[in-house]
């Protein structure tokens, strides 16, 4: 099994920035990847960014250029850095770990982008 705990959601104004991150309950060079997720009021979750345990990335298409994923193995953490946000950028983020044949789920962190 795997636990997630994130942190790093706020309050921040267009433009601003963030850096959320995910801390694994074990080793994250045995997870097969990690990502986010996001889910805004009233609409399905939406995924965002994933990398795996070999350090390969993907992003959303909406997110390219402005987030920026990656992970610290000695940490066992994935970070997600948010540059130039907007405001339909705000939701409830999750992160997800694909672990066997399981996905486990954070319990997710509050990103408003609000001037």
């Known amino acids: 099994q795997v636990q997630l705990v994130e942190s790093g959601g706020g309050l921040v104004q267009p433009g601003g920035s963030l850096r959320l991150s995910c801390t694994a309950s074990?080793?994250?060079?045995?997870?097969?990847?990690m990502g986010w997720y996001r889910q805004a009021p009233g609409k399905q979750r939406e995924w965002v960014a994933g990398i795996s345990s070999g350090g390969n990335t993907n992003y959303a298409d909406s997110m390219k250029g402005r987030f920026t994923i990656s992970r610290d193995n000695a940490e066992n953490t994935v970070y997600l850095q948010m540059n130039s946000l907007k405001p339909e950028d705000t939701a409830e983020y999750y992160c997800?770990?694909?672990?066997?044949?399981?996905?486990?789920w954070g319990q997710g962190t509050q990103v408003t982008i609000s001037s």
């Open positions: 074990r080793n994250i060079f045995s997870i097969n990847a």
């Open positions: 997800y770990a694909h672990f066997g044949l399981r996905f486990y």
